[in-house]
């Protein structure tokens, strides 16, 4: 069976932004319950597989997808040589939110409901974006995050965020049991056994996408909250909601 036929067509997209042309992929379901703009990590762009295979999920699941390049194809260069625009956390937060914004314009998505799936570096952007224009982001997710980057947005944050983490990824791990005592708003650490960084490992991925898929659906899902099958796919749940 092709798959492709049964989801909705992904769309080329070029999203301005103060006279730059960021490229992107946008994939809006039928009666699509809301957004995800992705945050790719450092190094990656729109066409990471990792962020794609989660991104299918979430379409499946009736959610619209953003992914999208954080850096113009010139900055891009300019990235590869110095490395230095990766780890620009204010930059990539502005270009989410613009991003968000240009999606507040549009006809077929200004009544969506818009999150943040945000990976490495991209997941402090993701941060600091949704707390920096709090009315229009209404939750996040962190896949191997360096939410720690987010520094004092941290706990300005609104929007209810999971962080998942390899449970083999030690020292991300800390950085990120350290965030998620400054969040102050609804928080919840998975933890994927066995899982290193990049989520390679069997299984590991697709309990990634499917706790991704449990969160959005449940905070930005028009119809309401939703199941909440946390357990049961090999994941460790600490500090739920603790303020």
């Known amino acids: 069976m092709n798959h492709r036929e049964n989801r909705a067509a992904e769309k080329p997209v070029q999203i301005p932004i103060h006279g730059r042309i960021l490229q992107g992929d946008l994939t809006i379901p039928d009666s699509a ?39 113009t194809r010139e900055e891009e260069k300019i990235d590869a040589e110095s490395g230095a625009l990766r780890f620009d956390i204010e930059l990539l937060a502005n270009r989410l939110m613009e991003s968000t914004r240009w999606l507040a314009d549009r006809q077929n998505t200004k009544s969506l409901r818009v999150g943040y799936f945000g990976a490495s570096t991209g997941a402090a952007a993701a941060l600091v974006a949704a707390a920096t224009i709090p009315d229009l982001v209404a939750a996040v997710v962190s896949r191997g995050g360096r939410p720690d980057l987010a520094g004092q947005w941290l706990s300005k944050v609104l929007a209810p965020t999971l962080l998942i983490v390899g449970g083999e990824d030690w020292t991300v791990l800390e950085l990120n ?20 960084h990049l989520f390679e490992e069997p299984g590991a991925l697709e309990a990634v996408a499917q706790l991704a898929t449990t969160w959005f659906t449940r905070h930005i899902a028009a119809n309401g909250p939703a199941p909440r099958p946390m357990a049961g796919i090999g994941t460790k749940t600490q500090d739920v909601n603790r303020k």
């Open 177 to 196: 049991r350290t965030a998620l005592a400054e969040l102050r708003g609804e928080k919840r650490l998975e933890i994927v056994p066995g899982a290193s």
């Open 33 to 71: 319950r809301g957004i995800i703009l992705f945050a790719h990590g450092s190094g990656s762009s729109r066409l990471s597989p990792r962020n794609r295979y989660v991104a299918r999920q979430l379409e499946n699941a009736g959610l619209g997808t953003l992914l999208m390049d954080l850096l």
